[in-house]
């Protein structure tokens, strides 16, 4: 099956302690549409600006991506600069240029409104729910955040959130939500919010998840070279919901699964500046690597 | 087979944001010795003063533990008190009174010799060095450290590593010890120093271990209430060694289990202040756990 991805599409300019990379392809709908497009087809929602770089489209073309949904509209394309700390869990904000994203508003063609797998990959709370106003009886729709709609937009996060069947935030995000430091406490009161599912990110060191069947402890992959952490908590959300739109069964069976398939995607994207190491990535390199993590946590 | 284990023995009054406890039994040598007695005979090694509460001699005791390397000597126990903040990942020392511990000498009785899996729980380095002189040929030697240890002895504890087998340390002391923020890298650097294998603890994000056969990624238990961290890594390395030294067959095939069943008892270690949740802890209620986190991390 299909999953349809809405979020934002950007043009980053990422600065490490060890290198400057401009204009790098990057939005959390880019990273997601890439991951996902691994393992099922992926329907793209997003804006770009006339200045979007041809060799981008091509990017998303080779891996398949149905563009349909993508606008490219007169303007400039969102910019984002950042410049990480050597401590990369830390990043600072160099500029912001929204350009055409500052007007987006999500059009789903026709063609769109059955997808039955529906990422609502990070941007402003109103429009994903202006996303979901769109679609047709899915059969499973996530939303992603992060901290920003939670500090600007909280009543529009509440209302999307209630309508969700999964929620993914990262574990400073869901202390914020909830004030509570205990992450099972967290999650308690975030599945009082609305969600069934609950996935609570924590980089490094992996993922939560709390749904119907209990609590699931996802591994992450130990890195050998961490060279820009950008997107990892887009692709693994991305490519979970790849995963789910790929596999037979209920959620509830395969979810597990699919989060170590984000995991692995996540690990693979940190190994390079925005998506130049997903771009060359290949489904062997995937699989041999989620063996390895089978093998690294078996006991 | 037996455990030896030599470390500090100590009164702790901890304080947290909910509640205050004067006085409880502490120190790394009570933590890993009680941790370790669930799985093999523990030969305990420390010093008390005449102040020491008979009761706690009792709970030695009733948890087997041998307590002839046990000096009670004229003059105050060690006590320590300290202060956890909200996020009980920082504490602050109110107090350190060593008492007896000034001057402590660790001194084997001629039984504990030949044991053959000797813990080094958190003491001074020349402490640790010091007991290394007097055991023989023992099959299975681990220290445990701490960051003051890095700061004011940190030749001494490179001369301790050098001579151990396994070098038990938590992820910002791996940090500091190597200056380096990527943990595969800092391991790397670590086994350089001597050990053959390395085990860094992370806290609630469970461990991470190296040795021979590649790495072992640990997963911690997820805790509904965490009430007070203090001694989690020492409980955590005593069951280690007391499950390896229970086992048969090699280290490498048994050290994944045993670091399970660490994970599982720090977990229960910080359901309650001090020592209280391990004293009325009991076999069927560790088994429970250990399946508890094979479900949890199944995929």
Redesign the interface.
Known sequence: MSVLIVGSTALDSIKTQKAENPRLLGGSASYASVAASFFSPVQMVGVVGKDFPRRYIRLYESHGIDLAGLQIVPGKTFHWSGEYE???NHRRTLLTELGVFETFNPVLPPTHRKTPFVLLANIAPSLQSHVLDQVQRPKFVVADSMDLWLNIALSDLLKLVKRVDGFVLNDSEARQLTAE?????ALRKIHRLGPKYVVIK?GS??S?LSGPK???????Y?????VDPTGAGDTFVGAMMGCLAAAPGSIDRNL??A??YGSVIASFCCEGFGLTRLARLTRAEIEGRVKEL??????
């Open positions: 050597a401590d990369m430091s205990n992450l099972l406490e924590q060191h992996g939560i209990g609590l699931f402890v996802c591994p992450a130990p890195l050998k070279k961490l597990r699964q989060m170590v089978r093998r690294l946590t078996a006991f």
